[in-house]
């Protein structure tokens, strides 16, 4: 069955067992013990170099990237980014003070959020973050006032809800007039919110903002958004005068958690998004402004892999079989969240084409705690045995929890056949850290 090595940095070696960024699995689940969060370095870095390249050559050598680090953010990931020279979007006071203590250059990190909190904005300001992501005008007054106190002037951008469906999970569709994030065109609160920003002492507005979902495969999402996005931007400027010197247009690009999901093509994305806004700003008899793609999934999901040990297989006769491993919605709560599909392996060899299917499950308390369901599985897996969950790079070490008091596993990067650990694995004691 070949419908498991779903990246190309996956491969089975000569006695069948799987191996990840050019290494054998077993030898690093017994030195790091499972379950274990694994992730290619050097994918992470191939990846950034592709957008960073696909952006400067499709702009003509303007445009940026910034890496959307919800989706994985711990202080190598944002050595990497540094190393790289990627922006990056910060969400909250903990991921601003691990991007500052990786030495993260904060004026080129961007700070979002449909609720920040008055000590949240005094926070990001006392660690030099580059720029505000404003969701709504409350929000805007009380960074004025901040900034007004630190006698300083904040640089933002204003979060536009463009009114676009991405068709994409409701829970991940974040453009649509009824979000909860940002200002809508279609209400007049976007113009509204320029022209409030635009009047305020303490801050410098330096553009707009959109980001339509997540896990997108149709690149007609972003020029359907970018085409509503420029016409605001040459409305504006018609009304005003102000012309938005940036364009922040988000993430969102999907990646291939199973084999019938496409590869996307990131730079032919890019060009063709890229070669869409300069046509329309022409059209619009406007400067195109520079502009900022926000990619979180697609740099790091596919660089990221968990290894668990199976423990319980129990085959009920009639029904259904169950194969539990170590770990479960604590590491990976996104089927639980979303249902979303994932390819789940046996490390030891390939499962053939027949084979029965099972539900792959967790250790917690939670009859919803699955992994996947329908997982094609080798009929003598049993205890000790490992398995891998693939594309698990974005969004499992970041929405982690200790439900359970279960421990969190440890994270541990591959670069250059050597591996290093990021994150040690929590021990009990860790959860009682902060009881008084
Ligand atoms: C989550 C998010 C992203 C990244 O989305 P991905 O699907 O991970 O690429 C980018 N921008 C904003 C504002 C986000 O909230």
Redesign the pocket.
């Known amino acids: 069955m070949n419908n498991e090595l779903i990246c190309n940095n996956l491969t089975r070696n000569s006695s069948g067992e799987l191996c990840f960024a050019g290494r054998e699995l077993s030898p690093l689940a017994l030195k790091y013990g499972t379950p274990l969060y694994l992730y290619d370095e050097d994918r992470i870095r191939e990846r950034c170099r592709t957008y960073l390249k696909a952006v400067k050559t499709a702009f003509d050598g303007r445009g940026r990237v910034l890496y ?1 680090s ?2 994985a953010s711990f202080r190598r990931l944002y050595e990497i980014m540094k190393e790289e020279g990627m922006g990056i ?1 910060v969400v909250s006071c903990g991921e601003i003070y691990t991007a500052h203590l990786a030495g993260f250059p904060m004026e080129k990190a961007y700070f ?1 959020s449909n609720n920040k909190t008055d000590e949240d904005i005094a926070y990001a300001m006392k660690y030099g973050v580059g720029y505000f992501v404003v969701d709504n005008a409350k929000e805007l007054y009380a960074i004025e006032r901040v900034a007004a106190e630190k006698e300083m002037r904040q640089r933002i951008l204003l979060r536009i809800t463009p009114g676009i469906d991405p068709h994409t999970y409701a829970a991940v569709a ?1 453009g649509k007039v009824d979000s909860k994030f940002g200002s809508a065109i279609e209400t007049g609160q976007a113009e509204e919110i320029t022209k409030l920003a635009l009047g305020l002492s303490h801050i410098e507005l330096c553009g707009f903002h959109c ?1 339509v979902g ?2 997108v495969f149709d690149s007609d999402v972003y020029l359907r958004a970018t085409d509503v996005m420029l016409t605001f931007v040459a409305d504006i400027y018609r009304v005003t005068g102000f012309m938005a010197a940036e364009l922040d247009i ?4 999907g990646v291939r958690y199973i084999a019938s999901q496409p590869e996307i093509d990131i730079a032919a994305n890019i060009a063709e998004v890229a070669e869409f806004m300069k046509k329309k700003a022409v059209e619009l008899q406007i400067e195109l402004p520079e502009v900022a793609f ?5 740099i790091v999901a596919d660089a990221g892999l968990t290894l668990y040990t199976v423990g319980t297989v129990k085959r009920i006769p009639g029904y259904k079989s169950y194969v539990s491993v170590d770990g479960g919605m604590t590491d990976n709560p996104r089927f639980a969240l979303y249902g979303s599909p994932y390819t789940i392996v046996p490390v030891k060899e390939t499962v053939p084409e027949d084979a029965e299917k099972v539900s792959v499950v967790g250790r917690c308390c939670e009859s919803g705690d699955i992994l996947q369901e329908n997982v094609p599985m080798l009929k003598d897996i049993g205890r000790g045995d490992l398995l891998a969950c693939l594309t698990t790079g ?1 969004y499992h070490y970041s929405m982690a929890s200790n439900y359970n008091r279960i421990p969190r596993p440890a994270v541990v990067m591959l670069a250059g056949g050597e591996d290093r650990l990021a994150i040690r694995r929590e021990l009990p004691e860790d959860l009682v850290a902060l009881e008084v």
Not at 294 to 298: A, D, N
């Open positions: 959307a919800k989706a979007d979002h974040t980001h997540s896990q988000g993430g969102g690009y926000e990619p979180g999934r697609s974005a």
